[in-house]
């Protein structure tokens, strides 16, 4: 068809300019997958799951329309991640998030390519999950709470803050590795504080009451709570048994002192699982996972008076003035 030189020139600079637009209106890629694994039930997640999915939307992701996840639950059966793990690798998920050393090993174990996030976990350098904080290596990051090597200090704090205690029993999650050693880990720091310890375990919310049998038999006179996802989970559960009892607790992360523990002295996991967000955001983005470091988390001491005029504890006033924080 004929047209003027001017005419022409109109249409050729339109069309060059409406190119762009055609491109950026054809449909994007594809929307990111992640893989979740949760050692708990779908009924009763852990808070960290909750957090995590928070920390996406702080960053504008929205489930099923720019994000999308596959969820795996245990059960509480830590024998079934391996097979769970599996399944989600099947599906080819671009960044797998998991909270607990027992989900990031059978994370880690199923794929050797596909990031691995973990929102908190105990040790990962000490369990050998990742090569050090500063260079993980390989397809594992995340952030960590080191649990077992502030126990003893925690212990510390819990005779300071109820200098009548002499006979503590530690409750232990048979399913964490890192609980392995507790509490022969911490034994020199008992004797130094005159402190008995006495290890009990319990790896389902059924076992319990068991639990809190054996420590009434044995003497115990306060309850140190090593972190787990299960106790996490089922924190209320615990607490209410231990007020039943008359026992103190100390606990690991705000979440059990505002629950009703005692005390608590550590990082709040909740906070580190939403952190855990932007490593899937920078990982989503071309980031390695060898190339994020491992962060650590910052510990508080949190005292919860209400529980301590329940039990009938007097919290010495210079012990208060030491916490982070007091719940009245």
Not at 44 to 64: H, S
Not at 171 to 198: F, K, M, T
């Amino acid at each position: 068809m004929w047209c003027s030189t001017l005419g022409c020139l109109v249409m050729l600079i339109l069309s060059l300019l409406a190119a762009p637009l055609a491109t950026t209106a054809q449909p994007r890629g594809k929307i990111p997958r992640v893989a979740v694994l949760e050692t708990t039930s779908q009924e009763r997640p852990t808070p960290c799951l909750f957090a995590f999915q928070q920390g996406l939307r702080d960053l504008g992701y929205v489930e099923g329309q720019t994000i999308l996840f596959d969820y795996r639950y245990g059960e509480g059966h830590v024998d079934r991640l391996p097979a769970l793990a599996a399944e989600l690798v099947q599906l080819t998920p671009d960044v797998f998030w998991t909270f607990s050393d027992a989900a990031a090993w059978a994370a880690k174990r199923a794929t050797t390519s596909i990031p691995i996030v973990v929102g908190a976990s105990v040790g990962l350098v000490e369990q050998g999950l990742v090569a050090s904080t500063a260079q993980p290596g390989g397809n594992l990051t995340g952030l960590e709470l080191p649990a077992t090597e502030v126990s003893g200090k925690r212990l510390e704090l819990f005779k300071d803050a109820v200098p009548t205690v002499s006979r503590v029993a530690v409750l232990v999650d048979p399913a964490q590795a890192a609980h392995a050693d507790v509490p022969s880990n911490i034994v020199r720091e008992a004797q130094a504080l005159g402190v008995q310890l006495q290890r009990v375990e319990a790896g389902a919310p059924a076992a319990f009451e068991a639990a809190f049998t054996a420590m009434v038999q044995g003497g115990a006179d306060a309850l140190l709570i090593m972190e787990s996802p299960l106790f996490a989970a089922h924190r209320q559960q615990l607490l209410a048994l231990a007020l039943q009892h008359k026992l103190p607790t100390m606990a690991y992360g705000r979440l059990y002192a505002e629950a009703g523990g005692l005390l608590s002295y550590g990082a709040d996991p909740r906070e580190l699982c939403q952190r855990s967000a932007g490593f899937v955001h920078k990982i989503l983005h071309g980031v390695k996972p060898a190339a994020l470091p491992i962060e650590r988390a910052e510990f508080k001491l949190v005292v919860n008076l209400k529980t301590a005029e329940a039990l009938g504890v007097t919290v010495p006033p210079t012990f208060l003035f030491r916490a982070d924080e007091v719940i009245k």
